[in-house]
């Protein structure tokens, strides 16, 4: 089954998740469908408040870069992070670690082709669940980091639009209000509102 992606102006994206206690079949086809989800609208983070689902899980894929490689750091020993690709996080914490934070152009599968700047730490540890409920140590930089951090804000109920400085927001704030208000007519409608589909890449 496709899961849809929930759109901004739906309630869900602003509850905070539940902590995700049950480490079971139900969570791994969770993680399974999420991922089929995210990949069909090539994201590289989604959030279970983005599937319509207030918990603490997330799943990413975030590939690396060969002129801006990250650093992966798991339980301790460096890792390739193409090894670790795809993820699952269950319940992560996110802690900054010492780090300039830099601005990059962020956009959120809730608010289709919109993007805006925001700061955020370099170089994170995370400390979250895998799929069996093992605890895991995370520490890493680049593209990953900023990732985890758009996601585990997710499962606040916090919004990437949230995190930009009034400037940023001032520029798409239209953007984002006529997203808001296509999502709610399409809920009155009895409808379900829909991410677009990407035409694949020639
Ligand atoms: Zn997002």
Redesign the pocket.
Known sequence: MTLRITQYGESVLHQKGKTVQSFDNELTQLSKDMLEAMHQVQGI?L?AQ?VGKAIRFCVVDVPDHPDYPMACIVDGKPLSPSLLMPMSLANPEVTALPSDEYYYEEG???FPEIRGDVARPERILVRYQDLDGAQHELECDGLLARCIQ??AD?LDGI??TERMEKEVYAEIKSEVKALKKKTLHTLKEGKLPQVPIPEPEE
């Open positions: 983070g959030a983005q959120c599968l809730s758009h996601e997710h919004l990437f």
